[in-house]
């Protein structure tokens, strides 16, 4: 089984950064792809970026240039770089894992985290 910790979430006004991390352990060997979602109130669940174990990445349009997401394969840990803030990111942000891209893509991951509080709000 794999186990996904989050850290980093907080409170943050408009334009600020915040980083987000995520720790797995485990089975690290049965994940290949991992990523972040988040949800808002009264929001629909959405897909925020992916990163594969090659290192391939992906961005919803609401975030593209705004946020980075990248790993640190030694320490079996990714990261959300979120920049320029908006009070529209504001939501509980889940780190999520599984083997396949399609199920992550199809809210259907294996393993999710617990996750993090990010507030946006002046």
């Known amino acids: 089984q794999v186990q996904l910790t989050e850290s980093g979430g907080g409170l943050v006004q408009p334009g600020g950064s915040l980083r987000l991390s995520c720790a797995a352990s485990?089975?690290?060997?049965?994940?290949?792809?991992m990523g972040w979602y988040r949800q808002a109130p009264g929001k629909q669940r959405e897909l925020v970026a992916t990163?594969?174990?090659?290192?391939?990445?992906n961005y919803a349009d609401s975030v593209k240039g705004r946020f980075t997401i990248s790993k640190d394969t030694a320490k079996d840990t990714i990261y959300l770089q979120m920049g320029s803030l908006k009070l529209e990111d504001t939501a509980v942000y889940y780190c999520?894992?599984?083997?396949?891209?399609?199920?992550?893509?199809?809210?259907?991951?294996?393993?999710w985290g617990q996750g993090t509080q990010v507030t946006v709000s002046s």
């Open positions: 999520v894992a599984d083997l396949s891209a399609r199920m992550v893509k199809l809210g259907r991951p294996g393993v």
């Open positions: 485990g089975t690290i060997f049965s994940i290949s792809v």
């Open positions: 990163i594969t174990d090659g290192g391939s990445t």
